[in-house]
């Protein structure tokens, strides 16, 4: 399954995935409280998403966006 996602880096509270707010055009909004430095957002999005579709890290990978809020990402294992 591929998704378009919409990351919030450093939340201190809401941390989690959630359905968009209103008519944005993301699958996904995934909010973490890692910050994005040495990949560590990224990181997190993917643990977030393989918590959250109940797959394994190793089934989420980063398709594009890698250093954008905006990322493409592909779940396998659904």
Excluded: C
């Amino acid at each position: 399954m591929m998704l378009t996602i919409w990351v919030k880096p450093g939340v201190r509270a809401g941390a989690g995935v959630t359905p968009p707010e209103g008519d944005e055009p993301y699958d996904l909004i995934v909010r973490v409280p890692a910050r994005p430095v040495d990949g560590a957002a990224n990181a997190a999005v993917i643990r977030a998403l393989a918590d959250h579709f109940g797959v394994r890290k190793s089934d989420v990978s980063v398709v594009s966006g890698t250093t954008s809020r905006v990322k493409r990402v592909l779940i396998e294992g659904r």
